[in-house]
Protein backbone atom coordinates (compact mmCIF):
# COMPACT_ATOMS: atom_id res chain seq x y z
CA UNK A 1 0.00 0.00 0.00
CA UNK A 2 1.38 3.25 -0.91
CA UNK A 3 0.24 5.93 1.08
CA UNK A 4 0.76 9.77 1.46
CA UNK A 5 1.24 12.10 4.27
CA UNK A 6 -2.67 13.84 3.20
CA UNK A 7 -4.09 10.44 2.69
CA UNK A 8 -7.37 10.65 4.64
CA UNK A 9 -7.05 6.81 5.79
CA UNK A 10 -3.93 7.98 8.03
CA UNK A 11 -6.76 9.75 10.11
CA UNK A 12 -8.85 6.80 9.76
CA UNK A 13 -6.03 4.84 11.34
CA UNK A 14 -5.53 6.82 14.22
CA UNK A 15 -8.92 7.03 15.31
CA UNK A 16 -9.29 3.24 14.82
CA UNK A 17 -11.93 3.48 12.11
CA UNK A 18 -10.31 0.73 9.51
CA UNK A 19 -10.83 -2.88 9.27
CA UNK A 20 -8.39 -4.90 10.54
CA UNK A 21 -6.69 -5.72 7.03
CA UNK A 22 -6.51 -1.88 6.18
CA UNK A 23 -5.37 -1.53 9.20
CA UNK A 24 -2.52 -3.79 9.34
CA UNK A 25 -1.47 -2.49 5.52
CA UNK A 26 -1.94 1.08 6.81
CA UNK A 27 0.82 -0.11 10.12
CA UNK A 28 3.01 -1.71 7.49
CA UNK A 29 3.66 1.42 4.97
CA UNK A 30 3.78 3.52 8.19
CA UNK A 31 6.66 1.43 9.48
CA UNK A 32 8.63 1.84 6.05
CA UNK A 33 7.96 5.73 5.30
CA UNK A 34 9.78 8.55 7.66
CA UNK A 35 7.02 11.31 6.24
CA UNK A 36 4.40 8.97 7.01
CA UNK A 37 5.94 8.59 10.72
CA UNK A 38 6.38 12.73 10.91
CA UNK A 39 2.41 12.96 9.86
CA UNK A 40 1.21 10.39 12.48
CA UNK A 41 3.46 11.63 14.98
CA UNK A 42 1.71 15.40 14.40
CA UNK A 43 -1.67 13.85 14.61
CA UNK A 44 -1.06 12.76 17.76
CA UNK A 45 0.34 15.97 18.92
CA UNK A 46 -2.74 17.30 17.80
CA UNK A 47 -4.68 14.75 19.73
CA UNK A 48 -2.80 15.53 22.75
CA UNK A 49 -3.26 19.40 22.95
CA UNK A 50 -7.20 19.14 21.83
CA UNK A 51 -7.48 16.35 24.59
CA UNK A 52 -5.45 18.06 27.50
CA UNK A 53 -7.28 21.65 26.23
CA UNK A 54 -10.79 20.19 26.58
CA UNK A 55 -10.10 18.00 29.69
CA UNK A 56 -12.69 18.82 32.58
CA UNK A 57 -10.89 19.34 35.48
CA UNK A 58 -10.61 16.16 38.51
CA UNK A 59 -13.11 16.82 41.02
CA UNK A 60 -12.20 15.58 44.93
CA UNK A 61 -15.83 14.40 46.50
CA UNK A 62 -16.19 16.45 49.77
CA UNK A 63 -16.41 14.34 52.89
CA UNK A 64 -20.27 14.71 53.53
CA UNK A 65 -20.27 13.68 49.77
CA UNK A 66 -18.15 11.10 49.98
CA UNK A 67 -19.96 9.30 53.53
CA UNK A 68 -23.34 9.69 51.58
CA UNK A 69 -21.99 7.64 48.66
CA UNK A 70 -20.16 5.15 50.89
CA UNK A 71 -23.70 5.02 52.98
CA UNK A 72 -25.72 4.37 49.82
CA UNK A 73 -23.43 1.14 48.71
CA UNK A 74 -23.93 -0.05 51.60
CA UNK A 75 -27.37 0.10 51.86
CA UNK A 76 -27.91 -1.27 48.38
CA UNK A 77 -25.35 -4.17 49.34
CA UNK A 78 -27.58 -4.71 52.55
CA UNK A 79 -30.63 -4.85 49.71
CA UNK A 80 -28.98 -7.44 47.69
CA UNK A 81 -27.21 -9.76 50.42
CA UNK A 82 -28.16 -12.78 48.14
CA UNK A 83 -25.53 -11.73 45.65
CA UNK A 84 -22.65 -9.56 46.90
CA UNK A 85 -21.87 -8.08 43.41
CA UNK A 86 -24.65 -5.17 43.13
CA UNK A 87 -23.77 -3.05 40.38
CA UNK A 88 -22.58 0.12 41.43
CA UNK A 89 -23.08 1.51 37.93
CA UNK A 90 -25.69 4.00 39.24
CA UNK A 91 -23.73 5.55 41.78
CA UNK A 92 -20.66 6.11 39.81
CA UNK A 93 -22.48 7.47 36.91
CA UNK A 94 -22.41 11.43 37.63
CA UNK A 95 -18.54 11.06 37.81
CA UNK A 96 -17.84 9.27 34.11
CA UNK A 97 -20.62 11.76 32.20
CA UNK A 98 -18.01 14.68 32.21
CA UNK A 99 -15.21 12.84 31.31
CA UNK A 100 -17.36 10.97 28.50
CA UNK A 101 -18.21 14.18 27.06
CA UNK A 102 -14.66 15.95 26.88
CA UNK A 103 -14.01 12.82 24.91
CA UNK A 104 -16.49 13.02 22.92
CA UNK A 105 -16.06 16.91 22.52
CA UNK A 106 -12.45 16.00 21.23
CA UNK A 107 -12.58 13.81 18.89
CA UNK A 108 -15.18 15.60 17.28
CA UNK A 109 -13.10 18.84 17.22
CA UNK A 110 -9.97 16.71 15.93
CA UNK A 111 -11.98 15.36 12.87
CA UNK A 112 -13.62 18.58 11.84
CA UNK A 113 -10.08 19.84 12.00
CA UNK A 114 -8.34 17.21 9.69
CA UNK A 115 -11.59 17.30 7.07
CA UNK A 116 -11.20 18.87 3.86
CA UNK A 117 -12.67 22.35 2.86
CA UNK A 118 -16.03 21.77 1.70
CA UNK A 119 -15.13 24.15 -1.76
CA UNK A 120 -12.62 21.44 -2.59
CA UNK A 121 -13.50 19.14 -5.45
CA UNK A 122 -14.29 15.08 -4.43
CA UNK A 123 -13.23 13.66 -7.04
CA UNK A 124 -9.78 15.53 -6.93
CA UNK A 125 -9.64 14.26 -3.17
CA UNK A 126 -7.96 11.19 -4.37
CA UNK A 127 -5.20 13.58 -6.19
CA UNK A 128 -4.82 16.28 -4.78
CA UNK A 129 -3.17 19.00 -7.15
CA UNK A 130 -3.06 21.80 -4.32
CA UNK A 131 -2.52 22.34 -1.00
CA UNK A 132 -3.72 20.87 1.41
CA UNK A 133 -5.63 22.76 4.38
CA UNK A 134 -3.80 24.61 6.80
CA UNK A 135 -3.66 22.53 10.29
CA UNK A 136 -2.76 24.18 13.75
CA UNK A 137 1.14 23.73 14.45
CA UNK A 138 1.91 20.77 16.73
CA UNK A 139 4.04 20.87 19.47
CA UNK A 140 7.68 19.50 18.70
CA UNK A 141 8.04 15.55 19.49
CA UNK A 142 10.84 13.77 19.88
CA UNK A 143 11.69 10.96 17.11
CA UNK A 144 9.56 8.21 17.86
CA UNK A 145 11.59 4.64 18.32
CA UNK A 146 11.71 1.86 15.84
CA UNK A 147 9.59 0.07 15.25
CA UNK A 148 7.49 3.01 15.94
CA UNK A 149 4.68 2.99 19.18
CA UNK A 150 1.61 3.38 17.41
CA UNK A 151 -1.91 4.92 19.37
CA UNK A 152 -2.94 1.09 19.07
CA UNK A 153 -0.23 0.00 21.36
CA UNK A 154 -1.24 -0.22 24.75
CA UNK A 155 1.94 -0.47 27.56
CA UNK A 156 3.18 -3.60 27.99
CA UNK A 157 2.18 -4.96 24.24
CA UNK A 158 4.31 -6.16 21.57
CA UNK A 159 4.02 -5.74 17.96
CA UNK A 160 4.18 -9.73 16.78
CA UNK A 161 5.88 -8.17 13.37
CA UNK A 162 8.92 -6.92 15.44
CA UNK A 163 8.73 -9.61 17.87
CA UNK A 164 7.48 -12.41 16.85
CA UNK A 165 8.48 -15.15 19.68
CA UNK A 166 8.74 -14.48 23.76
CA UNK A 167 10.42 -16.51 26.00
CA UNK A 168 8.13 -17.36 28.70
CA UNK A 169 9.57 -17.82 33.12
CA UNK A 170 8.34 -21.06 34.87
CA UNK A 171 7.29 -19.18 38.51
CA UNK A 172 5.09 -21.60 40.55
CA UNK A 173 3.63 -20.36 43.89
CA UNK A 174 4.64 -17.90 45.74
CA UNK A 175 1.46 -16.20 45.83
CA UNK A 176 1.27 -12.34 47.57
CA UNK A 177 -2.67 -12.85 47.67
CA UNK A 178 -2.19 -12.74 51.32
CA UNK A 179 -0.62 -9.76 51.86
CA UNK A 180 -3.61 -8.03 49.57
CA UNK A 181 -6.21 -9.25 51.52
CA UNK A 182 -4.32 -8.06 55.07
CA UNK A 183 -4.35 -5.18 53.38
CA UNK A 184 -8.15 -4.81 51.88
CA UNK A 185 -9.59 -6.88 54.89
CA UNK A 186 -7.80 -5.51 57.89
CA UNK A 187 -6.32 -2.11 56.50
CA UNK A 188 -9.57 -1.55 55.05
CA UNK A 189 -7.67 0.21 52.06
CA UNK A 190 -6.04 -1.00 48.21
CA UNK A 191 -2.73 -2.09 48.20
CA UNK A 192 0.05 -0.06 46.32
CA UNK A 193 -0.02 -0.64 42.10
CA UNK A 194 3.37 -1.95 42.90
CA UNK A 195 2.77 -4.32 45.50
CA UNK A 196 0.54 -7.09 43.17
CA UNK A 197 1.74 -9.22 41.05
CA UNK A 198 -0.85 -11.12 39.05
CA UNK A 199 1.54 -14.20 38.16
CA UNK A 200 1.90 -14.64 41.66
CA UNK A 201 -2.00 -14.59 42.09
CA UNK A 202 -2.60 -16.10 39.11
CA UNK A 203 -0.58 -19.32 40.58
CA UNK A 204 -2.54 -19.34 43.93
CA UNK A 205 -5.17 -21.34 42.50
CA UNK A 206 -5.21 -24.71 40.73
CA UNK A 207 -6.45 -24.64 37.12
CA UNK A 208 -7.56 -27.56 35.07
CA UNK A 209 -7.89 -26.52 31.41
CA UNK A 210 -9.82 -28.45 28.74
CA UNK A 211 -7.90 -27.19 25.53
CA UNK A 212 -4.78 -28.68 24.24
CA UNK A 213 -2.48 -30.76 26.25
CA UNK A 214 0.73 -32.13 25.37
CA UNK A 215 2.71 -34.65 27.31
CA UNK A 216 6.86 -34.89 27.68
CA UNK A 217 8.04 -38.07 28.22
CA UNK A 218 11.25 -39.10 29.74
CA UNK A 219 11.94 -41.70 27.31
CA UNK A 220 14.74 -43.81 29.28
CA UNK A 221 11.64 -45.33 31.80
CA UNK A 222 8.54 -47.19 30.23
CA UNK A 223 5.74 -47.73 32.18
CA UNK A 224 4.05 -50.59 32.63
CA UNK A 225 1.00 -52.34 34.72
CA UNK A 226 3.68 -54.18 36.39
CA UNK A 227 5.90 -51.70 37.69
CA UNK A 228 2.73 -49.10 38.65
CA UNK A 229 4.03 -49.06 42.40
CA UNK A 230 7.57 -48.55 41.77
CA UNK A 231 7.97 -45.28 41.20
CA UNK A 232 9.35 -45.48 37.87
CA UNK A 233 7.49 -42.33 35.57
CA UNK A 234 7.45 -42.13 32.12
CA UNK A 235 6.08 -38.69 31.88
CA UNK A 236 8.16 -35.43 32.90
CA UNK A 237 5.81 -32.49 32.44
CA UNK A 238 2.26 -31.62 31.38
CA UNK A 239 1.78 -28.67 29.24
CA UNK A 240 -2.10 -27.62 28.76
CA UNK A 241 -3.50 -24.76 27.30
CA UNK A 242 -7.21 -23.22 26.68
CA UNK A 243 -7.70 -19.72 24.49
CA UNK A 244 -11.19 -17.18 25.58
CA UNK A 245 -12.74 -14.18 24.29
CA UNK A 246 -10.54 -11.82 26.48
CA UNK A 247 -13.58 -10.21 28.83
CA UNK A 248 -12.13 -7.04 28.72
CA UNK A 249 -11.38 -7.00 25.30
CA UNK A 250 -13.90 -9.06 23.37
CA UNK A 251 -12.13 -8.65 20.23
CA UNK A 252 -8.94 -10.30 21.98
CA UNK A 253 -8.15 -13.55 22.83
CA UNK A 254 -7.23 -14.68 26.18
CA UNK A 255 -4.83 -17.79 26.14
CA UNK A 256 -3.93 -19.24 29.14
CA UNK A 257 -0.95 -21.90 29.98
CA UNK A 258 -0.54 -24.00 32.55
CA UNK A 259 1.97 -26.49 33.20
CA UNK A 260 2.18 -29.47 35.82
CA UNK A 261 5.31 -31.40 36.83
CA UNK A 262 5.24 -35.23 37.80
CA UNK A 263 4.88 -36.48 41.64
CA UNK A 264 8.35 -37.64 41.85
CA UNK A 265 11.27 -35.45 40.69
CA UNK A 266 11.52 -31.55 39.72
CA UNK A 267 12.49 -30.51 36.16
CA UNK A 268 14.05 -27.87 33.87
CA UNK A 269 11.48 -26.74 31.43
CA UNK A 270 12.17 -23.87 28.74
CA UNK A 271 9.04 -22.46 27.05
CA UNK A 272 8.57 -20.13 24.67
CA UNK A 273 5.45 -18.12 22.97
CA UNK A 274 5.88 -18.40 18.80
CA UNK A 275 3.09 -15.77 17.18
CA UNK A 276 1.99 -16.48 13.58
CA UNK A 277 2.78 -12.72 12.69
CA UNK A 278 0.14 -12.70 10.01
CA UNK A 279 -2.45 -13.38 12.02
CA UNK A 280 -1.58 -11.95 15.10
CA UNK A 281 -0.99 -7.57 15.79
CA UNK A 282 0.05 -7.36 19.28
CA UNK A 283 -0.18 -9.85 22.44
CA UNK A 284 0.78 -8.43 25.95
CA UNK A 285 1.88 -10.96 28.71
CA UNK A 286 0.07 -10.36 31.76
CA UNK A 287 2.04 -9.97 35.10
CA UNK A 288 5.10 -8.94 32.60
CA UNK A 289 6.12 -5.93 30.87
CA UNK A 290 8.09 -7.09 27.89
CA UNK A 291 10.91 -4.83 26.65
CA UNK A 292 12.47 -4.79 23.03
CA UNK A 293 10.30 -8.33 22.68
CA UNK A 294 12.17 -9.80 25.60
CA UNK A 295 11.58 -10.16 29.74
CA UNK A 296 14.51 -8.65 31.52
CA UNK A 297 16.91 -11.00 33.98
CA UNK A 298 17.34 -14.36 33.83
CA UNK A 299 13.72 -16.70 33.48
CA UNK A 300 13.32 -18.92 36.02
CA UNK A 301 13.00 -22.67 34.75
CA UNK A 302 13.15 -25.02 37.44
CA UNK A 303 9.31 -26.67 37.72
CA UNK A 304 9.17 -28.50 41.04
CA UNK A 305 8.16 -31.90 41.80
CA UNK A 306 3.73 -32.19 42.15
CA UNK A 307 3.51 -28.37 41.30
CA UNK A 308 2.48 -26.39 38.55
CA UNK A 309 2.85 -22.79 37.19
CA UNK A 310 0.02 -21.14 35.12
CA UNK A 311 1.01 -18.21 32.52
CA UNK A 312 -1.65 -15.83 30.49
CA UNK A 313 -1.04 -13.87 27.08
CA UNK A 314 -3.50 -11.56 25.78
CA UNK A 315 -3.84 -12.01 21.77
CA UNK A 316 -5.26 -9.23 19.69
CA UNK A 317 -5.51 -11.52 16.54
CA UNK A 318 -5.70 -9.95 13.27
CA UNK A 319 -8.74 -12.20 12.22
CA UNK A 320 -11.11 -14.39 14.02
CA UNK A 321 -10.97 -18.08 14.54
CA UNK A 322 -7.63 -18.41 13.27
CA UNK A 323 -4.05 -20.14 13.88
CA UNK A 324 -1.94 -17.37 15.87
CA UNK A 325 1.44 -19.08 16.79
CA UNK A 326 2.71 -22.28 18.73
CA UNK A 327 4.31 -23.02 22.50
CA UNK A 328 7.84 -25.02 21.62
CA UNK A 329 8.83 -26.51 24.87
CA UNK A 330 11.57 -28.39 26.28
CA UNK A 331 12.21 -30.81 29.66
CA UNK A 332 15.32 -31.26 30.62
CA UNK A 333 17.13 -30.25 27.10
CA UNK A 334 14.57 -32.70 25.28
CA UNK A 335 12.22 -31.35 22.85
CA UNK A 336 8.68 -32.04 23.78
CA UNK A 337 5.85 -31.96 21.65
CA UNK A 338 4.63 -28.59 20.01
CA UNK A 339 1.51 -27.23 20.76
CA UNK A 340 -0.29 -25.12 17.98
CA UNK A 341 -2.79 -22.48 19.21
CA UNK A 342 -5.91 -22.01 16.95
CA UNK A 343 -8.72 -19.83 18.55
CA UNK A 344 -11.67 -21.58 18.09
CA UNK A 345 -14.62 -19.01 18.93
CA UNK A 346 -17.45 -21.45 19.13
CA UNK A 347 -15.88 -23.08 22.14
CA UNK A 348 -17.84 -22.94 25.57
CA UNK A 349 -14.67 -21.91 28.46
CA UNK A 350 -14.40 -24.25 31.10
CA UNK A 351 -15.29 -23.31 34.33
CA UNK A 352 -11.31 -22.91 35.49
CA UNK A 353 -10.70 -20.44 32.29
CA UNK A 354 -13.58 -18.12 33.35
CA UNK A 355 -12.20 -18.06 37.02
CA UNK A 356 -8.33 -17.61 35.76
CA UNK A 357 -9.83 -14.64 33.61
CA UNK A 358 -11.61 -12.85 36.70
CA UNK A 359 -7.97 -13.21 38.38
CA UNK A 360 -6.27 -11.32 35.56
CA UNK A 361 -8.91 -8.53 35.48
CA UNK A 362 -8.71 -8.21 38.97
CA UNK A 363 -5.10 -7.95 39.41
CA UNK A 364 -4.53 -5.98 36.34
CA UNK A 365 -7.14 -3.58 37.89
CA UNK A 366 -5.89 -3.29 41.81
CA UNK A 367 -2.40 -2.51 40.14
CA UNK A 368 -3.79 0.26 38.11
CA UNK A 369 -3.08 -1.52 33.95
CA UNK A 370 -4.99 -0.67 31.51
CA UNK A 371 -7.11 2.20 33.30
CA UNK A 372 -10.14 3.15 31.03
CA UNK A 373 -10.66 -0.63 29.78
CA UNK A 374 -10.72 -2.67 33.28
CA UNK A 375 -13.32 -1.05 35.67
CA UNK A 376 -14.57 -2.26 39.08
CA UNK A 377 -17.73 -2.43 37.12
CA UNK A 378 -16.41 -5.56 34.65
CA UNK A 379 -14.63 -6.81 37.88
CA UNK A 380 -18.16 -7.15 39.65
CA UNK A 381 -19.94 -8.34 36.22
CA UNK A 382 -16.85 -11.12 35.82
CA UNK A 383 -17.37 -12.41 39.52
CA UNK A 384 -21.16 -12.21 39.68
CA UNK A 385 -21.05 -14.81 36.87
CA UNK A 386 -18.21 -17.21 38.39
CA UNK A 387 -20.61 -17.32 41.83
CA UNK A 388 -22.35 -20.40 43.03
CA UNK A 389 -23.12 -22.09 45.44
CA UNK A 390 -20.78 -24.81 44.64
CA UNK A 391 -17.21 -23.56 44.64
CA UNK A 392 -14.93 -24.41 45.85
CA UNK A 393 -13.85 -22.49 49.80
CA UNK A 394 -10.50 -21.32 48.19
CA UNK A 395 -12.34 -19.33 45.20
CA UNK A 396 -15.28 -18.24 47.38
CA UNK A 397 -13.39 -16.36 49.44
CA UNK A 398 -11.78 -15.13 46.58
CA UNK A 399 -15.09 -13.53 45.36
CA UNK A 400 -15.89 -12.16 49.04
CA UNK A 401 -12.30 -10.57 48.79
CA UNK A 402 -13.67 -8.63 45.67
CA UNK A 403 -16.83 -7.77 47.02
CA UNK A 404 -15.00 -6.37 49.99
CA UNK A 405 -12.56 -4.50 47.66
CA UNK A 406 -15.33 -2.80 45.69
CA UNK A 407 -16.79 -1.44 48.99
CA UNK A 408 -13.80 0.44 49.91
Not at 31 to 54: C, S, Y
Not at 165 to 190: C, F, M, V, Y
Request: with cysteine; charged share 20%; hydrophobic share 45%.
Amino acid sequence: MKLHPEDPRLTAFLLGELSADDAASVERAVADAPALQAEIREMQGLQTLLTEGLAVPQAELLAHQRDAILRTAREADRATKASPFAAMAEVLKAMFIPACAAAVLALTTYILLRMPQGDQNPVAEKHPTSAPPAVPAAPSISPAPTPMALPSVRQGSVAAVAFPTLDLPIQAGKSNLETISNSIRNDHQLPSHESVRLEEILNGFPLRLIGTTAIARSGANHWHPDNRDSGVSSYVATLSTEMVACPWKPSATLLLISLRGNALTDCDVKLSFHTNPENVFHYRFLGFAPGAGHIEGSLPTKLPANASATLAIEIEPAQPASELGTLEWSTDGKPAPVISLVHKSDAEPSDDARFAALVCAYAQWLAGEQPGIIDAEIVSGLAREIATTTLPADRADFLNLIDKTLHL
